[in-house]
């Protein structure tokens, strides 16, 4: 009986001894992990955002705080400050984090805005909008991805988006008129009622299918007529209509 207390006094000792002896705890692994992931939003800022001329400090403010490795599969999640887009499931991407800065800086929020997304995919890019504007309706076709991307977005704590399955052709009515819209799959045209559901004075960003390019167009309401700008090219998965398979 001697012997076997012995034996159980030493691995206790052995035990406290490891306790500061270096290995990390869980608490301290979450800990680094989540340290790399900031240096890494904060790299993706300075060395892919600034550099190609984002110059919006809300925008770059946003992108540095928005925790983005959390919007994709955790396979995924080493790679997801890397300077291109990423599988999310149901054959869709999260796109590239430059792009999403683009089409967000484009659209010149200030804070007060009601925003339309067209494409939730994972949630990122409304989780961006969600900081920079007041309301955000953000409309997805595939309801997996909608419910997935609304229970991230609420438990992430970003409470002032709506995801809504849709299709995204035919906008939300209920929330109009939109002070910014934005698409993010690619049009082979502008949809006529998210042009009717723009406010005056409002813009909106989306991916147009011209030929085989996509271009990025911004489009202002002003004065009930539609000027058009062409931001360049850019490659997005399709927009789609409300197939039959995809109705519940």
Not at 10 to 17: F, N, Q
Request: glycine fraction near 10%.
């Amino acid at each position: 009986m001697g012997r076997i207390l012995g034996i159980l006094a030493l691995l206790l000792i052995g035990t406290v001894v490891c306790g500061s002896c270096g290995f990390s705890t869980n608490g301290d692994d979450k800990r680094e992990k989540e340290t790399r992931f900031q240096a890494a939003r904060q790299q993706m800022v300075e060395g892919q955002l600034r550099q190609r001329d984002i110059r919006d400090e809300r925008v770059l403010q946003a992108m540095a705080t928005v925790p983005r490795h959390l919007f994709v599969p955790p396979a995924q999640r080493s790679q997801a400050y890397d300077d291109g887009p990423l599988p999310i499931g149901q054959e869709q991407t999260i796109s590239q984090p430059y792009i999403v800065a683009l089409m967000t800086e484009s659209l010149r929020l200030k804070g007060t805005e009601t925003v339309l997304e067209i494409g939730t995919g994972s949630g990122y890019q409304a989780a961006v909008l969600s900081v920079l504007a007041k309301k955000i309706y953000s409309i997805e076709i595939i309801p997996e991805l909608a419910e997935t991307a609304q229970e991230r977005l609420t438990a992430l704590g970003y409470k002032n988006v709506e995801v809504i399955v849709g299709d995204g052709n035919l906008g939300w009515p209920q929330g109009s008129p939109y002070d910014a819209i934005i698409v993010t799959a690619a049009a082979p045209q502008i949809p006529p009622a998210l042009i009717e559901q723009l406010a005056e004075g409002g813009r909106m960003v989306l991916p147009v299918e011209v030929g085989n390019e996509q271009h990025l167009l911004r489009l202002q309401k002003v004065d009930g007529k539609i000027t058009q700008e062409d931001l360049g090219l850019v490659r997005f998965v399709p927009l789609v209509g409300d197939a039959p398979e995809r109705k519940k």
